[in-house]
DNA sequence: TTTAATTACGTAAACGTTTTCGAATAACCC
DNA sequence: GGGTTATTCGAAAACGTTTACGTAATTAAA
């Protein structure tokens, strides 16, 4: 009765050629109706479905995007992926993870072992530790790629983005109009374009205002949590800023812990503004001002973006699309 | 100079059959020293690396795992994921995650997607919408699968879980310490063996207090944010609880903005507590006393368990492997 | 009626590996 | 030196599809 069910099995229990079962299954023109319907019912009786890699071997598609990101276990990746998800449902793709941890070797090791026929294409969110912009010059010529949100500007290719620029100056105006006039910045993102467009707008938002860049109000980020706990506290003794300004979501927690640590009181004593995706944000003591990134939509954009690609059309579409960010307003801004 | 550059090209490049050189880049014993190396010292020049499809339908093996959860933006997932990827990348495997939004038609259709030589093995944490433990059943033959944290109790298969019974009855333990006498239970997981245990360990840790268990107090969770916000806020104004056990991190947002809505104190006039991968616990408003799951380690021992069942290793060893969650007790509780 | 076009299907090659089996050479034993 | 055993490699089949091409039957056009 059983015994792996293939297509040759089916080609013999209906008496026809496996050229026409395999036609019949991709809904050739070249089969009658009548031929059809026997195929798919039997495939459906037998739970049929083609072997991936056969089918894949041959016809050199795979059904199969991957995506790398630095680190899943982060709200703004999480979401992405999800969004990316729907979209590859849709087009019956299957979605290979790859996490990079900020690590640029692992990067390309990990998107070296897809070009071999692994994936149609790849979505990608590149680590922060090194600007390789060669590497990936020659590889968007190589696959299908598309970037979203941590991107290489001056490459020729895909990139899904969002208005960084513009929310942080937005978003310092916000602490300025507020009353702080000793904004600390805590800089994340290394040189990616979103880690310097973050930190131009905040500090054009100063200087908009008359307020002079100080660069020992600007704290780099740190991988180990410790540091960045340490080097905040040591910020507040040494400078007094009366608000810190994060561009990353990492440091949101060190940065409560060392107001609590020093008694610092948000927002009277210091206002906090961070980007963020943290479900949370609401519930912090107190509620934290975000930047909010679209996530879901990124990863949604990124995905149909690429599948765009696959599908050969809107090439000439525009190669960047940039979402809004929204600043949602809380208590630890006080205003 | 460039043209795809397969086995065949390697072979005569080398001047030898496309079969030693499978065999050299495959380590075999039958290949000398000399010849291996110069085998892998032209693959590396050439960039080489097989297939993945051609090796795959030859050798029936994928060097890819699937990853089968609810929803990938909940801490718990997105943790016990990195946990799995650790493991996975170690042995050299590919990820495929599928989200089933606690969907169980298409739990169902993506798992059967994969039936037909996809993926290696299976890692699964099911839905909590339906028991369908028949189809697991029947799945188990078919393929290696390792359930984590949400399994079915009754299957003879390879679980990695919590001491979820334990913890319950410990935290419940906890708010009655407190001071509690009218804890409600935030329900979720549905008809899961977890679900079942949290409830139990809270029930029988009532009952061994001489606390009497009121049904009234039992609170559905349901897959609406504003139906469980408004549930909550019922639940307050009809039987006045002094204490909100969740066994869900989903309940929080919605318990915290509840209390505020009601003007209700935590932990004065209700204490919090709920199972929790959060990492923003600790800052809430007040801070959220947590059962914290080891969910970076589920998903190590999960990925570790599936490899050794790949490795036909240790098929002898116990199939069930419990972990400890943590109870961590801060500010929401009071005491 | 003849010819061309259309429809519906089959034959067989191809995709790039892995693996079985056989063969050739070298090494060893008595 | 005959026979056995290692060692090292190659020829060819196989994995399960897809697809270029051929062909027979039917239909349409002339």
Chains 1, 2 share one sequence.
Not at 50 to 70: C, E, G, H, W
Not at 200 to 215: P, T, V
Request: aromatic share 10%.
């Amino acid at each position: 009765m059983s015994g792996e069910v293939n297509i040759k099995r089916l080609a013999q229990e209906l008496n026809i050629s496996i050229a026409t079962v395999s036609k019949a299954l991709n809904d050739s023109y070249e089969i009658s109706l009548k031929t059809k319907n026997r195929v798919l019912s039997l495939a459906k009786e037998l739970n049929y479905t083609p072997n991936p890699a056969a089918s894949n071997l041959r016809s050199n598609k795979t059904k199969t995007i991957a995506v790398i990101i630095p680190c899943i276990a982060n709200n703004f990746f999480s979401l992405a992926i999800k969004g990316i998800e729907e979209i590859a449902r849709k087009y019956g793709h299957h979605v290979l993870i790859y996490q990079t941890h900020e690590d640029t070797e692992m990067e390309m090791s990990f998107t070296n072992s897809l070009l071999n026929g692994r994936v149609d294409g790849i979505l990608t969110s590149v680590s922060s530790n090194e600007y390789n912009s060669d590497y990936y010059r020659d590889l968007v010529k190589k696959i299908p790629l598309v970037f979203f949100d941590r991107v290489y500007e001056s490459l020729d290719a895909f990139k899904i983005t969002t208005d960084d620029y513009q929310i942080s100056f937005t978003a310092t105006e916000h602490l300025i109009k507020c009353g702080c006039l000793k904004i600390a910045y805590l800089y994340g993102l290394g040189n990616l374009p979103a880690g310097r467009a973050r930190f131009s707008g905040y500090k054009d938002a100063l200087n908009a205002h008359g307020i002079s860049y100080d660069e020992n109000l600007v704290l780099n980020y740190s991988e180990d949590e410790d540091v960045n706990l340490d080097n905040i506290k040591k910020l507040f003794q040494d400078q007094y800023p009366d608000a810190l300004f994060s561009s990353i979501e990492e440091f949101i927690i060190p940065a409560y812990l060392a107001c609590n640590y020093l008694q610092l009181q948000i927002p009277k004593d210091v206002k906090i503004l961070s980007f963020s995706n943290m479900s949370s944000a609401k519930l912090l003591n107190p509620s934290l001002t975000t930047i909010t990134q679209p996530a879901f939509e990124i990863g949604n954009e990124a995905a149909k973006c690429l599948f765009k690609i696959l599908n050969k059309r809107g090439i000439d579409d525009d190669q960047n699309i940039v979402l809004k960010s929204s600043l949602i307003k809380r208590a630890s801004t006080g205003c």
